[in-house]
Structure formats: structure tokens, C-alpha cells
């Protein structure tokens, strides 16, 4: 695992529904210091949102639907009130989505991460440690105590920036039992 030295600065400014992420230092071994406006997506940014889910799947050989119907369906899971999308820069260049639900164990709510997608252009960044540290930030405020995460092994850069920012796989620390998550077609 690369190491990560770098700063972190985030704030709303004068948007509440906008976070400035600033990092500063070295981010996988790149020296830069990138500013990443991440905001949550709005109604007309779901289009935008759907042809980057639609995109990443492309990428890496997944079936998908027609942006349209992405688009259409993320409409309606974020009318729920228990899907917030945050979305990187102003024209879109990566997105998160968050599912919130009830948590058994605890008071508040479990944030899944659904989806991580940042354009191959756009790698290498800090545009992907900004939407996550916003996509943290955001689940917090609605209350969330825990978020979790699928990634496949071979994601190798996906899985170093989880683990950068506190992620595990490990069942009560470090050298706890490996965790596994499972899943079935209905």
C-alpha cells in the first residue's frame, strides 16, 4: 500500500449543499494540490450522474441500462430520501452513491456505498479521495454511524484509497478475522 501524506481541508463555504475539498501533499505518490468542489447532485444533474454510472460499467464490461433508465430510477431512489449523490466538480467528472437504511445494532442509520465512479481522465487526482471524504462527511450529517463497502480484489487503486482513509476488512481490527460479503441473484 502507498503511503499518503497528504492535507486535508474541508468546508461548506457558503453553499451547505457544496463541499470544497483540499488536498494538499502527496496522494499516491503524485505531489499536487488539488481543489475538488463535490456538491450533492440535483435534480438536473441526474442525467449527468446516469451516463457516468452507465460509463463505469462499459469500462469494465458490466451490463447496464440506458442512461435514460438510470437516470429515471436515480430520480426516484433519491426522491425516497435514502439515496444522496454527491457529484465532483461542477460539469461532473465522478460521483458517489450513498444508500442510508435503519441500522439494528445501533441508533442511527448504515451507509452503503453503492457506487464510486471518477472518469479514467480525471485518476490520480484526488478527485475520488474528495468525493469520499465528502461522501463520509454527508453520511454523517444524516446521521449515519457506519458506511460499507463492496470492491472487487482486483481493484487494487479502489482498495488502497478505502484503506487510506480508515476502511478495513477485518473484523474488529487489524489482525481480526477477514470479512466477506456475498450476494445472490433473485
Request: aromatic letters at 6%; glycine letters at 8%.
Amino acid at each position: 500500500m502507498r503511503s499518503t501524506s497528504a492535507e486535508l481541508s474541508i468546508s461548506r463555504g457558503d453553499d451547505p449543499s457544496k463541499w470544497v475539498i483540499v488536498l494538499a501533499g502527496s496522494v499516491c505518490g503524485v505531489d499536487a494540490e488539488a481543489h475538488v468542489s463535490v456538491r450533492r447532485a440535483a435534480d438536473a444533474d441526474m442525467a449527468v450522474a446516469a451516463r457516468l454510472l452507465h460509463n463505469f460499467n462499459r469500462e469494465f464490461d458490466e451490463p447496464t441500462p440506458p442512461p435514460e433508465v438510470l437516470a429515471d430510477r436515480l430520480r426516484r431512489l433519491v426522491a425516497c430520501e435514502d439515496t444522496v449523490v454527491p457529484v465532483a466538480g461542477e460539469d461532473p467528472v465522478g460521483l458517489a452513491v450513498l444508500r442510508l437504511r435503519g441500522a439494528i445494532w445501533g441508533t442511527g442509520l448504515e451507509c452503503y456505498l453503492a457506487e464510486l465512479y471518477v472518469v479514467p481522465e480525471q485518476r490520480r487526482r484526488g478527485v475520488g479521495r474528495a468525493l469520499m471524504h465528502a461522501a463520509i462527511r454527508e453520511a454523517q450529517a444524516l446521521g449515519a454511524e457506519s458506511m460499507e463497502i463492496g470492491v472487487d480484489e482486483p481493484d487494487l487503486a479502489a482498495r488502497r484509497l478505502y484503506e487510506s482513509i480508515g476502511f478495513t476488512n477485518r473484523a474488529g481490527g487489524p489482525n481480526g478475522p477477514l470479512m466477506y460479503v456475498y450476494e445472490r441473484s433473485l
